[in-house]
């Protein structure tokens, strides 16, 4: 791992602490200006939120959201090495309420059986899993959920999704999601 090879959370109890990952191809942490934002759009405390990190990759977005009061996050990462860094990092902070998830993540969202607070999704941009992902959310979510979602390009995901923020850093645009209150498919 090298000196590129990690990321400082940026709020919360583990502020300034360094996570490291290794090379995966396509892995590409949020930004910390990017972070920044999010954050201050989800309030700076998560306090009792159970979270779940779909395509977790460095794992910023999960351990920011520990750090911030989380009260659970999963994360699911298909890359094996990259999951041992998500595990040895957790050890590392004391994150007591983590699960690191090695698999797919359509295919892990299809049998999961608990529900969310807040989403992140982050997975490769060449890809459609934001999309597929997103239509397959609500059923693993609590009424009011949100999701965060970076993107190479602009989303529209439709109901049951409302765009409540969405921003743009170089080639990374992100926006946050709330799934609407009304919505018959939410987990109940």
């Given amino acids: 791992m090298t000196a590129r090879n990690r990321v400082r959370i940026i709020g919360g109890d583990w502020r ?41 990759g460095s794992g910023a977005l999960g351990f920011e959201a520990l750090s911030r009061g989380a009260s659970r996050v999963v994360m699911v990462e298909r890359d094996r090495a990259t999951c041992a860094a998500l595990r040895t990092n957790g050890t590392a902070l004391g994150a007591s309420n983590l699960e690191v998830i090695e698999g797919d993540g359509l295919a892990w969202l299809a049998r999961a059986r608990e529900s969310f607070d807040c989403v992140f999704l982050d ?13 397959a ?20 995901p439709g ?20 799934l609407e209150p009304s919505s018959e498919n939410a987990h109940e």
Avoid: K
């Avoid at 920044?36 to 990190?53: H, K, V």
């Fill in 137 to 156: 959310l609500p059923a693993r979510l609590n009424p009011g959920a949100r999701a965060y979602v970076e993107s190479a390009d602009a989303l529209d």
């Fill in 123 to 135: 997975p490769p941009y060449a890809s459609d899993l934001a999309v597929r992902s997103l239509a």
């Fill in 159 to 178: 109901a049951p999704w409302h765009l409540l923020r969405e921003g743009r850093a170089g080639a990374v645009r992100f926006a946050l999601y709330e």
């Fill in 16 to 56: 300034s602490r360094i996570v490291r990952f290794p090379d995966a191809a396509g892995l590409r942490p949020t930004p910390d200006r990017v972070r920044e934002t999010l954050f201050n759009w989800l309030g700076q405390r998560l306090d009792g939120l159970a979270c779940l990190d779909l395509f977790a």
